[in-house]
Protein backbone atom coordinates (compact mmCIF):
# COMPACT_ATOMS: atom_id res chain seq x y z
CA UNK A 1 0.00 0.00 0.00
CA UNK A 2 1.43 3.70 -1.23
CA UNK A 3 2.02 5.61 2.12
CA UNK A 4 0.18 9.61 1.64
CA UNK A 5 2.48 12.25 2.47
CA UNK A 6 1.89 13.83 6.03
CA UNK A 7 -0.59 16.83 5.57
CA UNK A 8 -1.41 15.89 2.06
CA UNK A 9 -5.07 15.17 2.31
CA UNK A 10 -5.32 18.32 4.53
CA UNK A 11 -4.06 20.37 1.65
CA UNK A 12 -6.60 18.23 -0.53
CA UNK A 13 -9.28 19.69 1.37
CA UNK A 14 -8.50 23.13 1.37
CA UNK A 15 -8.29 23.16 -2.43
CA UNK A 16 -11.58 21.66 -2.84
CA UNK A 17 -13.23 23.90 -0.48
CA UNK A 18 -11.66 26.63 -2.61
CA UNK A 19 -13.20 25.59 -5.70
CA UNK A 20 -16.44 24.82 -4.08
CA UNK A 21 -16.58 28.22 -2.49
CA UNK A 22 -15.67 29.77 -6.16
CA UNK A 23 -18.72 27.90 -7.91
CA UNK A 24 -20.72 28.18 -4.85
CA UNK A 25 -24.72 29.98 -5.64
CA UNK A 26 -24.46 33.98 -4.15
CA UNK A 27 -27.03 36.78 -4.12
CA UNK A 28 -26.76 38.06 -7.73
CA UNK A 29 -26.19 41.39 -5.53
CA UNK A 30 -22.75 39.74 -4.44
CA UNK A 31 -21.99 37.73 -7.23
CA UNK A 32 -19.57 40.65 -8.18
CA UNK A 33 -17.69 40.55 -5.13
CA UNK A 34 -16.96 37.02 -4.85
CA UNK A 35 -13.53 36.87 -3.89
CA UNK A 36 -11.10 34.83 -5.72
CA UNK A 37 -10.57 31.55 -3.47
CA UNK A 38 -8.49 29.66 -5.55
CA UNK A 39 -5.94 32.42 -5.72
CA UNK A 40 -6.09 33.19 -1.97
CA UNK A 41 -5.57 29.32 -0.79
CA UNK A 42 -2.20 29.20 -2.93
CA UNK A 43 -1.04 32.17 -2.19
CA UNK A 44 -1.00 31.34 1.61
CA UNK A 45 0.35 27.42 1.12
CA UNK A 46 2.98 28.93 -1.74
CA UNK A 47 4.10 31.01 1.32
CA UNK A 48 3.63 28.82 4.49
CA UNK A 49 4.91 25.68 3.01
CA UNK A 50 6.85 26.43 -0.65
CA UNK A 51 8.97 23.39 -0.28
CA UNK A 52 5.25 21.24 -0.65
CA UNK A 53 3.36 23.86 -3.10
CA UNK A 54 5.38 24.84 -5.92
CA UNK A 55 4.74 25.20 -9.61
CA UNK A 56 3.11 21.83 -10.24
CA UNK A 57 0.19 22.04 -7.53
CA UNK A 58 -0.34 25.52 -8.91
CA UNK A 59 -0.68 24.44 -12.22
CA UNK A 60 -3.12 21.26 -11.31
CA UNK A 61 -5.49 23.90 -8.83
CA UNK A 62 -5.26 25.89 -12.23
CA UNK A 63 -5.92 23.40 -14.19
CA UNK A 64 -9.22 21.92 -12.13
CA UNK A 65 -10.43 25.68 -11.96
CA UNK A 66 -10.30 25.88 -15.68
CA UNK A 67 -12.29 22.67 -16.23
CA UNK A 68 -14.92 23.69 -13.02
CA UNK A 69 -15.48 27.15 -14.54
CA UNK A 70 -16.01 26.13 -18.10
CA UNK A 71 -13.13 28.47 -19.58
CA UNK A 72 -10.93 27.97 -22.30
CA UNK A 73 -8.30 25.15 -20.69
CA UNK A 74 -5.14 26.81 -19.32
CA UNK A 75 -6.22 30.35 -19.18
CA UNK A 76 -6.45 30.41 -15.27
CA UNK A 77 -3.96 27.94 -15.26
CA UNK A 78 -1.68 30.28 -17.01
CA UNK A 79 -2.56 33.19 -15.00
CA UNK A 80 -2.27 31.21 -11.67
CA UNK A 81 1.67 30.40 -12.86
CA UNK A 82 2.32 33.60 -13.48
CA UNK A 83 1.62 35.58 -10.02
CA UNK A 84 2.70 32.23 -8.48
CA UNK A 85 6.40 33.14 -8.93
CA UNK A 86 6.69 36.34 -6.95
CA UNK A 87 5.07 34.51 -4.41
CA UNK A 88 7.63 31.60 -4.50
CA UNK A 89 10.76 34.58 -5.07
CA UNK A 90 9.50 36.80 -2.09
CA UNK A 91 7.73 34.67 0.48
CA UNK A 92 10.18 35.01 2.86
CA UNK A 93 9.71 38.69 3.03
CA UNK A 94 5.92 38.35 2.16
CA UNK A 95 5.05 36.36 5.01
CA UNK A 96 6.66 38.83 7.11
CA UNK A 97 4.58 41.38 6.20
CA UNK A 98 1.99 43.02 8.69
CA UNK A 99 -1.51 41.37 7.80
CA UNK A 100 -2.45 44.72 6.50
CA UNK A 101 0.76 45.19 4.20
CA UNK A 102 -0.36 40.92 3.11
CA UNK A 103 -3.42 42.02 2.16
CA UNK A 104 -2.12 44.59 -0.49
CA UNK A 105 0.36 42.15 -1.85
CA UNK A 106 -2.54 40.09 -2.28
CA UNK A 107 -4.72 42.75 -4.03
CA UNK A 108 -1.63 43.03 -6.54
CA UNK A 109 -1.63 39.84 -7.53
CA UNK A 110 -4.96 39.04 -7.83
CA UNK A 111 -5.33 42.24 -10.19
CA UNK A 112 -2.83 40.91 -12.23
CA UNK A 113 -4.35 37.32 -12.16
CA UNK A 114 -7.29 39.29 -13.74
CA UNK A 115 -5.35 41.39 -16.22
CA UNK A 116 -4.07 38.21 -17.64
CA UNK A 117 -6.89 36.50 -17.78
CA UNK A 118 -9.31 39.15 -18.95
CA UNK A 119 -6.32 39.69 -21.72
CA UNK A 120 -6.09 36.14 -22.99
CA UNK A 121 -9.79 35.91 -22.90
CA UNK A 122 -10.28 38.97 -24.83
CA UNK A 123 -8.08 37.83 -27.14
CA UNK A 124 -9.55 34.45 -27.53
CA UNK A 125 -13.04 35.15 -26.84
CA UNK A 126 -13.59 38.58 -27.61
CA UNK A 127 -14.19 39.31 -23.83
CA UNK A 128 -15.64 42.88 -22.83
CA UNK A 129 -14.23 44.59 -19.93
CA UNK A 130 -16.35 45.93 -17.49
CA UNK A 131 -15.52 47.45 -13.68
CA UNK A 132 -16.91 44.90 -11.76
CA UNK A 133 -14.99 42.20 -13.33
CA UNK A 134 -12.29 44.08 -10.70
CA UNK A 135 -13.76 44.07 -7.82
CA UNK A 136 -12.75 40.67 -6.30
CA UNK A 137 -9.26 42.24 -6.01
CA UNK A 138 -11.18 44.43 -3.05
CA UNK A 139 -13.12 41.57 -2.05
CA UNK A 140 -10.08 39.59 -1.88
CA UNK A 141 -8.05 41.99 -0.06
CA UNK A 142 -10.59 42.49 2.10
CA UNK A 143 -10.97 38.73 3.10
CA UNK A 144 -7.15 37.81 2.82
CA UNK A 145 -6.93 38.78 7.10
CA UNK A 146 -9.28 35.89 7.78
CA UNK A 147 -8.14 33.77 4.86
CA UNK A 148 -4.57 33.61 6.19
CA UNK A 149 -5.32 33.62 9.65
CA UNK A 150 -8.35 30.64 9.55
CA UNK A 151 -5.81 28.85 7.16
CA UNK A 152 -2.52 29.00 9.52
CA UNK A 153 -4.80 27.95 12.39
CA UNK A 154 -5.96 25.24 9.67
CA UNK A 155 -2.19 24.13 9.13
CA UNK A 156 -1.47 23.66 12.68
CA UNK A 157 -4.08 21.71 13.87
CA UNK A 158 -2.91 19.32 10.98
CA UNK A 159 0.38 19.65 11.60
CA UNK A 160 1.18 20.59 7.66
CA UNK A 161 4.82 21.46 7.63
Known sequence: MMMVKAGLIPLLISYVIALVFTVMPMPALLEPWRPDWVSLVLIYWLMAIPHRVGVGTVLIVGLLTDILLGSTF???????????????RHYQRIRHYALVQ????????????????????????????????????????LIWPWVF???????????IH
Request: aromatic fraction near 14%; proline fraction near 5%; hydrophobic fraction near 55%.
Open 74 to 88: GVYASALLLISYPVL
Open 149 to 159: LALRRYRRHNH
Open 102 to 141: QALVVAILIFFKRVIVYEIEHVLNDAVFSVPYLYPVVSSA
